[in-house]
Structures are given as C-alpha cells and as structure tokens.
C-alpha cells in the first residue's frame, strides 16, 4: 500500500505552514515545507554569488543542496538559516528562481523523497498539480489579501520588525501574480482540490475541517 499524501497549496501568507505543520503533529505525518527548498536554493545562489538569472547554474545548485530538516529547523551544510530562510530579500529571490524550469526538475526528487511512512502532509503551490498529483487528499488554501498582509504584519511586529502593511499587501500580490503567471508549474488548483478560504477561520477550525475531510476520503 502507497504512503498517503495530503496536500496543501495555496498564496503566500495564506496559513499553509501552520495547517501543515498542525495537521502532520495531529496524524503523526511528516511534513513537507516545499517552499523552503525554494529559499534554501535562493540563499545558496546569495551566498555562492552566484547569478539568479543563470539557469543551469541556479540548478546546479538547487541539485545538491546540503539540506536538512530537523526539530522544526532548517539546516544547510549544517548550520541552521531557518531565521534567514525567512528574510524578504531571500523570499523575493526564492519567488524569483521558482520560475525556472530546471530549477525545479532539479528539486522534483527531494521532494518526493519526503514521502515516507505513515504518512505525509506536503504544503506549497504545486504539490497537489505537478509533484504528488495522485494525493488522496488535496487542499487549496486562500485568504483575502488584505487578511494575509495583516497577518504577516502581525507576524512582523511581533519579533519586533517594522513593517508597512500597504507594502505587504503590494509585496504578497505581486508575488501571487508571479506564482500565478508563470508557465512552470504555475500556482492553482488541482482539478480534485478541495477549496478552503480561511480568511473568518482560526487556525483549529482550518484544522478540524481538513481533518473532516481526511476522515471522508479514507
Ligand atoms: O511558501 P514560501 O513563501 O516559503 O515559498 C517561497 C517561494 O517559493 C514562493 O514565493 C514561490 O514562488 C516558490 N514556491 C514554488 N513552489 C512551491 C513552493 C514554493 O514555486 N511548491
């Protein structure tokens, strides 16, 4: 019998990390991060100076990236950059290179060997289209725009990082347009997903709904 997969696509600052992370503790699951290895590979290219608009070589870099995951934090060669995986610059440039073909062919078998029993919850934008397209369970996760910019301002100030909600919102959007638009893989439902807009749920409420939903594809 195949490892169940459960996928959770959507925007950014939609919620998927924590449903992820809250669902896999929840069903004892493993939980893939995919956009992290958008980062990591985002902060190899900053720190090897390397060229973002060369392709191969953002692949080639993308293809032996020394990540691991461990207790929640991110290591790479070792060292844990979950904090700088999360700085703006790395996000802008990780939203960047995701739009290029061969960077992510170069992460397609990373990301399935992530698949591992009992179970796996996967979040990103195209888990449930491209990577795991057979998951039994598939979540495409929104919010209003104006409900993830106060979220991520939120987020912001409360590790004491100044923040300007309009450039938020401007920010998110356009990176949503960019996930949106581009032709590799782009940012949108699989056919079979199930919609949830979190924008008036908690996060226990997103959780016990997708929990529902498991029980009713079991
Ligand atoms: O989800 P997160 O904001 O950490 O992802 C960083 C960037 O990586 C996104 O802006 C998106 O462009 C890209 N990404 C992607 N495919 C995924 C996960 C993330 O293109 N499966």
Redesign the pocket.
Same mark, same amino acid.
């Given at each position: 019998q195949q490892v169940p997969v459960i996928t959770v696509?959507g925007p950014?600052?939609s919620g998927?990390?924590t449903l992820s992370s809250e669902l896999a503790a929840a069903l004892g699951y493993h939980h893939l991060?995919?956009? *992290? /290895?958008?980062?990591a590979t985002a902060l190899a290219v900053l720190e090897a100076g390397a060229d973002a608009g060369n392709e191969a070589a953002v692949a080639a870099l993308a293809a032996r990236l020394p990540i691991r995951f461990e207790l929640q934090r991110v290591l790479l060669e070792g060292i844990d950059v979950s904090d700088r995986l999360r700085e703006e610059r790395v996000?802008l440039l *990780?939203?960047q290179i995701?739009?290029l073909p061969a960077v992510?062919a170069a992460l397609v078998e990373l990301q399935l060997g992530f698949r591992r029993a009992p179970g796996l919850v996967a979040?990103?934008?195209?888990?449930g289209t491209v990577?795991f397209p057979g998951a039994a369970l598939k979540v495409f996760l929104t919010a209003s725009a104006a409900q993830r910019a106060e979220r991520r301002h939120k987020q912001l100030i409360s590790k004491g990082i100044s923040a300007n909600l309009d450039s938020l919102r401007a920010d998110l959007e356009a990176?949503d347009a960019?996930?949106m638009q581009r032709s590799a *893989?782009p /940012?949108r439902p699989a056919q079979d997903a199930r919609l949830l807009d979190n924008s008036a749920l908690s996060i226990e409420a997103s959780v016990e709904q997708v929990l529902a939903w498991w029980e009713d594809v079991q």
């Open positions: 696509d950014t600052a998927k990390g991060d995919s956009g *992290a /290895l958008y980062r996000g *990780a939203s995701s739009a992510r979040d990103g934008r195209d888990m990577i990176r960019r996930d *893989a /940012l």
